[in-house]
């Protein structure tokens, strides 16, 4: 099994994004393949006049090493 990846983020206190507002936490995912994830952060990033202190990142969930 390859890496997945997975679309975490949400609305942050200030823009020094240091601590996330409870409640907005959003995780979409797992994503097989980097391209969709990256289809997926700009669905979320650049939908509804995006405020400045929301933020998405991509995250890589390393493959199980099989056996």
Same mark, same amino acid.
């Given at each position: 099994?390859?890496?997945?990846?997975?679309?975490?983020?949400?609305?942050?206190?200030?823009?020094?994004?240091?601590?996330?507002?409870? !409640?907005?936490?959003?995780?979409? !995912?797992?994503?097989?393949?980097?391209?969709?994830?990256?289809?997926?952060?700009?669905?979320?990033?650049?939908?509804?006049?995006?405020?400045?202190?929301?933020?998405?990142?991509?995250?890589?969930?390393?493959?199980?090493?099989?056996?």
């Amino acid at each position: 099994m390859g890496q997945r990846f997975w679309v975490v983020g949400g609305d942050y206190a200030d823009c020094g994004f240091s601590a996330i507002e409870a !409640g907005t936490e959003t995780v979409s !995912g797992p994503f097989h393949d980097e391209l969709r994830a990256r289809t997926e952060w700009q669905r979320l990033t650049f939908r509804d006049n995006c405020p400045a202190t929301r933020r998405y990142s991509i995250a890589i969930e390393p493959g199980m090493p099989q056996s």
